[in-house]
């Protein structure tokens, strides 16, 4: 919780917070507005303060991952060479004795039937 000072929000209320039974940021943070404000020695005018402050400590996370990230390799593009009409086209070649049957708008082997 002292973490959230480095982050702006005021020691004795890292102590309010701390003496309500908040131990972590992470309980903190899950908190809605109304229970931060319901909290004894915090107060609805101390519930803004400490959203920036919980924002701020999450914020920090959020940049490393974002500078951690590897950059994109550079790719060197090459160009294909058209086919010409004079070429034949290459052929697909099916297994043979292997046929397929669609029935019902699904595809299945043939079974024979």
Do not use: C
Request: glycine content about 8%; charged content about 20%.
């Amino acid at each position: 919780m002292a973490v959230l000072a480095d982050h702006g929000l005021a020691e004795s209320m890292v102590e309010s917070l701390l003496t309500a039974g908040i131990t972590t940021v992470e309980r903190l943070g899950a908190m809605t507005p109304e229970e931060l404000g319901a909290l004894p020695g915090v107060g609805e005018e101390m519930v803004e303060p400490i959203v920036a402050a919980i924002n701020s400590y999450y914020a920090q996370f959020e940049s490393a991952v974002e500078s951690a990230e590897p950059p994109v390799a550079d790719v060197e593009l090459t160009a294909v060479e058209p086919v010409s009409e004079d070429q034949p086209a290459a052929e697909i070649s099916a297994p043979e004795n292997e046929s397929v049957t669609i029935k019902d708008g699904q595809a299945g082997e043939d079974l024979g039937n």
